[in-house]
């Protein structure tokens, strides 16, 4: 770039010292100028040392960034509904038991209500049942329902489930998370403790779930029944088959899903509300009579050879243990 007029020097650099001829002042003596070095490295430390510990401590004293969870809890974004039914608590009324026995008809009206808020358009549930074994804060429950929000494409069907409590306590953790609840009344037994396996206790258990679900059927709904402790990693429905009236998981598959050799697990199955399924869970109940001290999986792998079960004309379909495993 060409060097400028002197001109315009001297007009731009207007902060600059200008010098004149005959007035400019003499140079400073060397002594000066070293002390006048001194004093300009002095105060630049003097500013310098405070900024450094300054910033230091600006960087020690940084808190860390907080990243916000990236996923949240299905009913903690959107709030469940109320429970259907508000009941008092019995321990503020004097023992009041607010699910009598003889009230068979307020029974039957509360199933058809949660029934219908909780179905699918084509009157399909999800059913599981609790007791309060299983019914404190982090147990079993808790991971039932938090694999439907973990799952893949399980998350909507949440709102379709249906959780049966077989007794009070089960009740009162149920409607504070989850929206459906259904407190199903038991005659003189108690099912609030855990039934071991092929106990009395857990006989009973199982027979009075069964004859519960047959009440559904009647009812006109469809159901999935789940055990409260299988886990949800997907959406069931596309590997159902759309010709089975009954369909059931397996403990032994053998690779075909007509052969009954299956040997079926009443932990998961798939029912159709039609009267061939209707008919099978009564014929499946009474036949507890037949095989005194079996509970309902091991009467149903008797029942499934029994020629009236052909006669009904219900069609049994088994799960591959590809897709519904480890139950």
Known sequence: MARP????????????????????????SRA?????????????????????????????TTEPVYIPRARRPLLELNPPPRPLVQVPDPAEH???????????DSEDLRLELVLQEASMDNKTVILTTLNAAWASPGSVIDLFIDSFRRGVGTSSLLRHLVIVAF?????????????????????DVDFSQEKRFQTVGYLQMMWKRLDFLRLVLEKGYSFIFSDAD??????PFPFFYSDGDF????????GNATDLRNIAN????????????IEFYKFWYSSRFRYPGYH????????????????????????????FGGI
């Not at 369909?247 to 053998?254: L, R």
């Open 247 to 254: 369909q059931i998981a397996c403990d032994h598959y053998v």
């Open 230 to 235: 299988i886990m949800w990693f997907r959406n």
């Open 94 to 104: 004097g023992g009041f038991d607010p699910f009598p026995v003889d009230d068979l």
């Open 167 to 187: 007794d009070w306590k089960a009740y009162t953790q149920c409607v504070k998370i989850h929206p459906y609840c259904f407190a199903l009344t038991t005659e």
């Open 266 to 277: 009443g932990g998961f199955n798939y029912v159709k509300s039609n009267d061939q399924s």
């Open 32 to 60: 000066s100028a070293l002390r006048g070095a001194a004093g300009v490295l002095l105060l630049a430390a003097a500013v310098a040392l405070p900024c450094a510990v300054l910033y230091r401590a600006a960087v020690d």
């Open 296 to 323: 309902d999986q091991d009467v149903f792998n008797f029942i499934k050879h029994d020629p009236y079960t052909t006669d009904i004309g219900l069609t049994i379909k088994f799960l591959s243990t590809s897709y």
């Open 5 to 28: 007029p002197r001109a315009t020097r001297t007009q731009s650099s207007v902060t600059s010292l200008r010098r004149f001829r005959g007035n400019s002042p003499r140079p400073p």
